[in-house]
């Protein structure tokens, strides 16, 4: 079992900047890929980014690519996600996800069943 928490959300206006971060504890956090998610008021849980479980490759959906990074730190079971230049679209609770995965595949990345254990998610909302 792998358990994840969330934090680092919050409020901020449009341009600003969020860091959040999920720390896992559990079962070997190394060996996990991990993603993020989003899902917006009346909208679909979809994919932000991932990071491979040696952090030497990371994913982006189109909408925040240049925008926002994914890094991890192995040493504190955390990855992160940096968030710049937010927009009020970007508003939604953030979830982080840990998926039993060595793979690099893009494809497996991006979705939600690669993925094994769901934090509780992290409320982002950024005003206009």
């Known amino acids: 079992q792998v358990q994840l928490v969330e934090s680092g959300g919050g409020l901020v206006q449009a341009g600003g900047s969020l860091r959040l971060s999920c720390t896992a504890s559990?079962?070997?956090?190394?060996?996990?890929?991990m993603g993020w998610f989003r899902q917006a008021p009346e909208k679909e849980r979809e994919f932000v980014a991932a990071?491979?479980?040696?952090?030497?490759?990371?994913y982006y959906a189109n909408s925040v690519k240049g925008r926002f990074t994914t890094s991890r730190d192995n040493a504190k079971s955390t990855v992160y996600l940096q968030m710049n230049s937010l927009k009020p679209e970007d508003t939604a609770v953030y979830y982080c996800?840990?998926?039993?995965?060595?793979?690099?595949?893009?494809?497996?990345?991006?979705?939600?069943?690669?993925?094994?254990?769901w934090g509780q998610g992290t409320q982002v909302t950024v005003s206009s």
């Open positions: 559990g079962r070997t956090f190394s060996s996990y890929a």
């Open positions: 990071i491979t479980w040696s952090g030497g490759i990371t």
């Open positions: 996800a840990a998926g039993d995965y060595r793979g690099t595949s893009y494809y497996a990345l991006i979705t939600f069943n690669t993925y094994n254990y």
